[in-house]
């Protein structure tokens, strides 16, 4: 029986999905989480299954003793597990990338700098450290900027600015922010950069031997302009012209090859101008969220199952869906306590709707990006065309009301 040791996080959204396409597979799961080890016990856990993710060195060693057999392949399930699934796969001389090349495409500035010594499209950039004051805007930027945590996801940690009274805001707001959620913020500082405007896109792909296949274009029909950057919708297929699609697949290959990624799924986020395409960020993992369910119907498989069989060299059926395909994130509209959610059975009954998932508790504090990196949860829908997907998710979510707890001072609450 082929074996896989899964990265899960505790707060994951696809923890689950990944479970069970490894029973579909009758495949072995070796589940590492990143809860507290010591408090691991007491939830039935072992302690050596409890890792700090965000400390990989530290983990690896917890890791090195108990393994047992070795497995056949290691998989972070999101970017928290990353850097530790790369120094697993190095460890036990397992097919991955190489721990440079992870951390290569999580920085943001590691990143930017990739793509400026390479002569691909990147927006003027600086590093602005900890203690650097922010009275004026350093050359050569100019307004609008984005201000920016180096490595968080989910449009944490990302704020526009189109003045120097608000550039101020947004450094010191993305500092406390990074400082809460990343315990390298002091020495990380932020990243700075110009607003690169233009349509928002996605693309899934898988890499094998460094070559990339593309799973899916998807476009983000919702302008993101800031000044938060909270995504809503993805729509597959892309409604680009075929021409700029094969320059976005061109210029993702070229930026993984540069950055030394190898193998397994990748996430890219780019926007589309007349200047052509600029890379946001290019991920070693899949798409975020619960998102990966709407491209179901397009590999005829759930896009975990289909994870799991590359890492495991199992054969896969070649992606064969014609349909239309997208689905709402939807949004946080305000912060507070979320109490529960009026109208899904008359969303569900909404032509094209194929699924509502809510995922948030009640109970749970929620907020918004930039502080906030989750959802209300997730709407799936499918059609024959595009703008038919896109029209279904807009009228089932108009038909969704959330019942949002806001007489608590959450400035007072750190979330």
Known sequence: MKRVLLLLPTTGYRN??????ARRLDVEVISVANYCHQLAPSWGMSPIRSVPFDQPVAALKQLQSALGRKPDAVLAVDDSGLDLAALLCEYLYLP???????????DKLAFRDLLQGAGLHYPDFIRLANDAQTRSLPPPLRFPVVVKARRLSASRGVIRADTRQAYARAVQ???GIQAKA?????????????FIPGSEHALEGLLRNGRLQVLALIDKPDPLDGPYFEETMYVTPSRLASERQAQIAQTVQRACTLAGLESGPVHAEMRVNEQGVWLLEIAARSIGGLCGRMLHPVLGMSLEELILRDALNLPAPAPGGSAANGVMMIPIPRQGIFQGVRG?????AL???????????????????????????????????????????RRALQALEFDIQTEIPLSELRI
Request: net charge negative; charged share 25%.
């Open 351 to 393: 032509a094209g709707i194929s699924d509502i998932r809510i995922s948030a508790i009640a109970g749970q504090l929620i907020s918004a990006p930039p502080e906030g990196a989750g959802y209300l949860g997730f709407i799936f829908a499918q059609g024959a065309r595009p703008d038919e997907v896109e029209s279904s998710l």
């Open 344 to 348: 899904r059975e008359t969303a569900l």
């Open 173 to 175: 707001w993305v500092r």
């Open 16 to 21: 689950e999905d990944f479970l069970a396409a």
């Open 96 to 106: 991955g990338n190489s721990p440079e090349a992870v951390r290569r495409t999580r």
């Open 182 to 194: 990343d315990r390298d913020a002091a020495a990380l500082g932020v990243i700075v950069e110009n």
